[in-house]
């Protein structure tokens, strides 16, 4: 097309009618399945101040250096970021509307989410995400919780075979600044085989290098100091605790000790879930904990876990492994042909519906036989056929599209009750 304008953004892809039945079906799995462990919705705004997210993530993350969304309000000035991700502001709005001053709170969000990444096959710069956080608690307890929820969503969707956990714990405060130092003075003494990633984080991010995705750097990384080997016993207890909930629950997991995450507010355990379905966008859902944000942020300190999952990646690994959504098809399809007819046709669909029952209601005119054909296509069970002769006499013809039966004629009274029948 010549005039880009008129085109979605890169990278932002348009949910099609086609396509919307995945949606729906997995945000209704998604919905009831947090019910079911007492999780509440929360709806933040998309845009927030730049600064919450240099502030929650970290300066030196991919996300705030080279992904975020950022622009400046022409009317006042002020400088606003897309959301990128969904803790920061959660956490920004529990602080502002002092939702934990009566105890520790489950919620959940969904929605989009801008990250400007290179688009590729499940990499996008508007992508969707559920996120959960559980905050106020900071017992084991909760981390096992998150992981076991986890484990029953992939079993509610078809995924329970196709997806891996694999976790890892970050420890506390010191003994990740002892750890740190470590990797500096490693990572310091072989300067040449650093990236130019690696090297600008050296001495701000360190633990960031772990996280790279250079295939060139694997072995230097593999090789690298090790945070399990700094951790404190309280760090190790806790860990030992998630584990212990795990095997006792039956998931299957792996401790891969350079998992780090790329924000800068986990502590303790963190998780990926992740699939070789999808090539290397396989991670579908990560979190962990984050007990230092909420007091990093200005709130009274309280520890909290959470995860994200992207949706796009969950629908496509739903559609790699023949995951079919349940289609809900019209009840009734309803053919008109007459003047008479399409009048009389409105108030029979209106009746189909006033009886709890989904009508299309055929416009446009055309043929029987095209009407027919359309009733056809469009899934129904049932095409309720109008010709003036009917309209005159007030009633329907009733003809089962799906199985066997014969047409009927019905008064429109009873045309309702005859459909709802099955
Ligand atoms: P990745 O390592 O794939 O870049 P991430 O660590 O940046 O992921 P998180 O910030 O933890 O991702 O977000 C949680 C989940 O959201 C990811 O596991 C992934 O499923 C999804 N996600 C993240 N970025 C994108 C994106 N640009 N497009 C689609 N999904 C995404
Ligand atoms: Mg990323």
């Given at each position: 097309?010549?005039?880009?304008?008129?085109?979605?953004?890169?990278?932002?892809?348009?949910?099609?009618?086609?396509?919307?039945?995945?949606?729906?079906?997995?945000?209704?799995?998604?919905?009831?399945?947090?019910?079911?462990?007492?999780?509440?919705?929360?709806?933040?705004?998309?845009?927030?101040?730049?600064?919450?997210?240099?502030?929650?993530?970290?300066?030196?993350?991919?996300?705030?250096?080279?992904?975020?969304?950022?622009?400046?309000?022409?009317?006042?000035?002020?400088?606003?970021?897309?959301?990128?991700?969904?803790?920061?502001?959660?956490?920004?709005?529990?602080?502002?509307?002092?939702?934990?001053?009566?105890?520790?709170?489950?919620?959940?969000?969904?929605?989009?989410?801008?990250?400007?990444?290179?688009?590729?096959?499940?990499?996008?710069?508007?992508?969707?995400?559920?996120?959960?956080?559980?905050?106020?608690?900071?017992?084991?307890?909760?981390?096992?919780?998150?992981?076991?929820?986890?484990?029953?969503?992939?079993?509610?969707?078809?995924?329970?075979?196709?997806?891996?956990?694999?976790?890892?714990t970050?420890g506390g405060?010191?003994?990740?600044?002892?750890?740190?130092?470590?990797?500096?003075?490693?990572?310091?003494?072989?300067?040449?085989?650093?990236?130019?990633?690696?090297?600008?984080?050296?001495?701000?991010?360190?633990?960031?290098?772990?996280?790279?995705?250079?295939?060139?750097?694997?072995?230097?990384?593999?090789?690298?100091?090790?945070?399990?080997?700094?951790l404190d016993?309280a760090a190790l207890?806790h860990?030992?605790?998630?584990?212990?909930?795990?095997?006792?629950?039956?998931?299957?997991?792996?401790?891969?000790?350079?998992?780090?995450?790329?924000?800068?507010?986990?502590?303790y355990?963190?998780?990926?879930?992740?699939?070789?379905?999808?090539?290397?966008?396989?991670?579908?859902?990560?979190?962990?904990?984050?007990?230092?944000?909420?007091?990093?942020?200005?709130?009274?300190?309280?520890?909290?876990?959470?995860?994200?999952?992207?949706?796009?990646?969950?629908?496509?690994?739903?559609?790699?492994?023949?995951?079919?959504?349940?289609?809900?098809?019209?009840?009734?399809?309803?053919?008109?042909?007459?003047?008479?007819?399409?009048?009389?046709?409105?108030?029979?669909?209106?009746?189909?519906?006033?009886?709890?029952?989904?009508?299309?209601?055929?416009?446009?005119?055309?043929?029987?036989?095209?009407?027919?054909?359309?009733?056809?296509?469009?899934?129904?069970?049932?095409?309720?056929?109008?010709?003036?002769?009917?309209?005159?006499?007030?009633?329907?013809?009733?003809?089962?599209?799906?199985?066997?039966?014969?047409?009927?004629?019905?008064?429109?009274?009873?045309?309702?009750?005859?459909?709802?029948?099955?």
């Amino acid at each position: 097309m010549a005039n880009d304008t008129l085109r979605a953004v890169r990278g932002m892809n348009d949910i099609l009618p086609g396509e919307i039945a995945l949606w729906q079906h997995f945000e209704a799995v998604v919905r009831d399945w947090l019910a079911g462990y007492g999780y509440q919705e929360m709806r933040t705004p998309i845009l927030e101040h730049t600064g919450l997210f240099k502030r929650a993530i970290g300066e030196v993350t991919d996300i705030v250096e080279k992904e975020m969304y950022t622009f400046v309000d022409e009317l006042n000035g002020e400088s606003l970021t897309l959301r990128p991700e969904g803790t920061a502001s959660g956490v920004r709005a529990v602080i502002e509307h002092n939702m934990l001053f009566d105890g520790g709170k489950r919620l959940w969000y969904q929605g989009p989410m801008f990250r400007h990444e290179r688009p590729q096959k499940g990499r996008y710069r508007q992508f969707h995400q559920v996120g959960v956080e559980a905050l106020g608690f900071a017992g084991p307890d909760m981390d096992i919780e998150h992981l076991l929820m986890t484990a029953r969503l992939w079993r509610r969707l078809g995924l329970a075979g196709h997806v891996r956990l694999e976790i890892n714990t970050l420890g506390g405060a010191e003994s990740r600044a002892r750890h740190r130092q470590k990797l500096i003075d490693y990572f310091d003494a072989q300067q040449g085989q650093l990236d130019e990633d690696a090297r600008r984080r050296l001495h701000s991010n360190p633990l960031r290098i772990l996280d790279t995705k250079n295939p060139a750097m694997q072995a230097l990384v593999e090789a690298a100091p090790r945070l399990i080997d700094e951790l404190d016993e309280a760090a190790l207890a806790h860990f030992q605790a998630v584990k212990d909930g795990l095997d006792a629950a039956g998931i299957a997991y792996t401790v891969n000790p350079r998992l780090v995450r790329g924000l800068d507010y986990y502590n303790y355990t963190v998780f990926e879930w992740v699939t070789d379905r999808l090539g290397a966008q396989g991670t579908v859902c990560a979190g962990g904990r984050y007990d230092g944000l909420i007091a990093q942020m200005g709130g009274k300190p309280a520890p909290a876990c959470g995860y994200a999952m992207g949706i796009e990646r969950l629908l496509a690994l739903m559609a790699e492994t023949g995951q079919n959504p349940p289609v809900a098809p019209p009840d009734a399809y309803v053919v008109n042909v007459g003047e008479q007819a399409a009048r009389f046709a409105m108030r029979a669909a209106e009746t189909l519906r006033d009886g709890g029952l989904r009508a299309v209601l055929h416009c446009g005119g055309g043929s029987f036989k095209s009407q027919m054909k359309k009733a056809d296509a469009s899934g129904a069970r049932y095409a309720v056929i109008i010709g003036d002769d009917e309209a005159l006499s007030g009633e329907a013809g009733v003809k089962p599209l799906r199985g066997a039966g014969e047409q009927q004629r019905v008064k429109l009274a009873d045309l309702a009750g005859i459909i709802s029948k099955e």
